[in-house]
């Protein structure tokens, strides 16, 4: 199967480059919403089978002009949400996004790390890959849109993957409605076939001087 894995267009917290991970968190910008009215036509012709978002809002609102262009209702799956930035929820001052990410990252090595008041890896880890497991067990042979968030699909994608290593994790960024596509299945594994940095309508659609953390971070180690 072919999972599409989509982060969500911009929301007010990306625009200040605060770690908003509660839920379900808010909607988009207006440019957010051009980025997501932008997906339709920028998937062009490839076939979607069913479209999934997380529990939080900015997905929600996302999914609503594919899910309108293809006819298809956008269903919830626990587990795809945000990695939880427990004690660093709303700051976005350079300690607070230097903790969150350089933990995330520091899982390539140790997955017992845990964000303060957060998740660790191996909760993370868990709950991302139970739900791509129903995703895939639900359409063993389709392609899937699935909405979710950058912190989120930059780990788990990295992680699941059989072809992508820590290097190449910590320097692809992933923009709002950027797409990381894998394929496999939850038994065979998976492999990254595609990773696109900027939003899918295009680099115009892009907010450079917004301090958002997924799309903004390159830890070291
Ligand atoms: O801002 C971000 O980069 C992350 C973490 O706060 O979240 P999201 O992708 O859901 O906006």
Do not use: C
Not at 140 to 157: F, L, N, Y
Not at 198 to 219: F, K, M, N, Q
């Amino acid at each position: 199967m072919r999972l599409l894995l989509i982060r969500h267009g911009q929301t007010i917290d990306n625009v200040n480059g605060a770690l908003g991970t509660a839920i379900p968190g808010p909607g988009l910008t207006p440019l957010g919403k051009r980025q997501a009215a932008a997906i339709p036509d920028s998937l062009g012709s490839i076939p979607i089978d069913a479209i999934y978002v997380s529990t939080m809002q900015r997905t929600h609102e996302t999914a609503a002009p594919l899910a309108l262009a293809r006819g298809l209702v956008p269903v919830v799956l626990d587990g795809i949400h945000e990695i939880d930035a427990g004690d660093l929820e709303q700051r976005s001052d350079e300690e607070a996004i230097r903790t969150y990410m350089g933990t995330i990252f520091s899982w390539w090595g140790d997955f017992d790390a845990r964000i303060p008041g957060g998740e660790d890896g191996n909760e993370f880890y868990a709950r991302y890959t139970a739900a791509i497991e129903q995703v895939a067990t639900a359409h063993p042979k389709g392609t899937i849109a699935v909405v979710s968030h950058g912190a989120a699909i930059r780990t788990w994608a990295s992680y699941a993957s059989q072809n992508i290593d820590a290097e190449f994790s910590r320097t692809h960024l992933l923009e709002n409605t950027a797409v990381v596509v894998l394929e496999g299945s939850a038994v065979e594994g998976w492999v990254t076939t595609y990773w696109a940095d900027e939003p899918i309508g295009g680099a115009s659609l892009e907010d450079a001087s917004a301090p958002d953390p997924t799309a903004g971070v390159r830890p070291a180690g």
